[in-house]
């Protein structure tokens, strides 16, 4: 946290898939807060093994960034104090930290990049305070956690009309705009989906992907570290107990608001279900991506209500309701698997740009989902949605989120 006189808070200017963006500090300080990293992994910098009993709360007065946080660091006691991030270490220098007796409880210094080999952070004391890099336990690139953070900016806070400048460009003129953005989302989500198969593997990418996008919005982090800890082939054995899960991240799930199909437990029982009835559905999922990527050949139809005519969008959505995920999801939690995962999936490991394009298509066509209702609200009003002649379809809505992001990024 900045002192009254302190420079102004940082951001990193990082070079993204489709140029630079902003990466604040006050978003790291709420990866911190929400766990969105790999806990059992964390070390610090010289080594030490750290123990996150709870992140502690949010400072968002003068003085560190969080109070009262519970650690134990390496063999230690576990101990109670302060924690204070900085997207650099050496920002705890140039921000007047090591010579401000406010910052003498902290007990952690939290970075994202790594530190210089050899380097110390020091209280005003001259003690050492023990450093922990985040970014090599990230759970996503930080592309990746920008964009979603903006997407939660925006879903966030009450959307009023569609800006003047949407209404009035022309009904060819706005396509053009929507699915440039359209396009622009689906690339980062493949590029995403490619990087995860990198780190992980198939198999975990599929386990990882899904029990993030059961989380939904509110609950990400918690249901990545229940992937991470509890493997596909313990839920496959029908060896996790959902019960233990839910009270082993009891501190890190958000419940406030959630409706109950997307409560935690709820969502863990449906995938303990799902995983215990089709224990190999990752090989599944690859296998039927194989059969899809060459079911169409040639040119592919434009216009939604077409598209999904021809693709059999409805019966390819039962098959894989019943052969992937044993029946135990359906309607827009299963489109949204299916949109924020599986297509992108299917594309990162497609052979050739052929494959990937008949993903992309219908990723374009599919059904809404789970998605802000300003968003669907926006398209009816613009024209794009409405009737039968234009029902609501995945891609649009993508785009119209991708031009909203990049009109607050202008701002």
Request: glycine content about 10%.
């Amino acid at each position: 946290m900045q002192a009254m006189n302190a420079p102004a808070p940082a951001v990193a200017e990082i070079q993204g898939l489709y140029g630079p963006f902003s990466f604040p500090e006050k978003l790291l300080q709420k990866i911190w807060l929400r766990g969105d990293f790999s806990r059992v992994n964390a070390r610090t910098t010289d080594g030490r093994s750290i123990g996150i009993g709870h992140p502690g709360k949010w400072n968002l007065l003068g003085g560190p960034d969080f109070r009262g946080a519970r650690l134990t660091i390496g063999e230690g006691e576990p101990i109670t104090g302060e924690v204070e991030l900085h997207l650099r270490a050496a920002d705890w220098v140039a921000h007047g930290h090591a010579a401000d007796r406010a910052y003498d409880g902290v007990v952690l210094h939290v970075v994202l990049f790594p530190p210089e080999l050899g380097h110390v952070t020091r209280g005003g004391d001259g003690r050492e305070i023990p450093v922990l890099a985040l970014l090599p336990l990230l759970f996503h690139d930080l592309e990746e956690f920008a964009a979603e953070e903006a997407v939660a900016m925006l879903a966030g806070r009450a959307a009023g009309r569609v800006p003047e400048e949407l209404l009035a460009l022309d009904e060819a003129v706005l396509a053009r705009v929507l699915a440039e953005h359209a396009a622009a989302r689906w690339q980062q989500k493949v590029h995403f989906a490619r990087l995860r198969i990198t780190r992980l593997g198939w198999n975990a990418a599929c386990h990882h992907a899904a029990l993030e996008i059961l989380g939904y919005r509110f609950n990400r982090a918690p249901m990545l570290h229940v992937a991470t800890r509890w493997s596909l082939a313990e839920w496959g054995k029908g060896a996790v107990d959902t019960v233990a899960v839910f009270v082993d991240q009891a501190h890190a799930w958000s419940l406030q608001g959630v409706r109950p199909a997307n409560h935690p437990r709820t969502r863990l029982a449906q995938y303990a279900a799902w995983s215990a009835a089709r224990p190999d559905w990752p090989v599944r999922l690859a296998a039927m991506a194989k059969v899809e990527s060459s079911i169409h050949g040639g040119e592919l139809p434009v216009g939604t209500r077409n598209a999904r005519r021809f693709g059999k969008f409805t019966a390819l959505r039962s098959q894989i309701g019943a052969e992937i995920c044993a029946n135990t999801l359906g309607g827009t939690r299963l489109d949204n698997l299916i949109c924020d995962g599986f297509l992108p999936l299917w594309a990162a490991r497609a052979d050739g740009v052929l494959g990937e394009s008949v993903h992309r298509w219908r990723w374009q066509h599919w059904f809404l989902g789970d998605l802000p209702p300003f968003v669907s609200r926006s398209l009816r009003e613009l024209g794009v949605f409405g009737g039968v002649a234009q029902p609501a379809c995945h891609g649009a809505a993508q785009g119209l989120l991708g031009w909203w992001l990049a009109r607050e990024n202008r701002q």
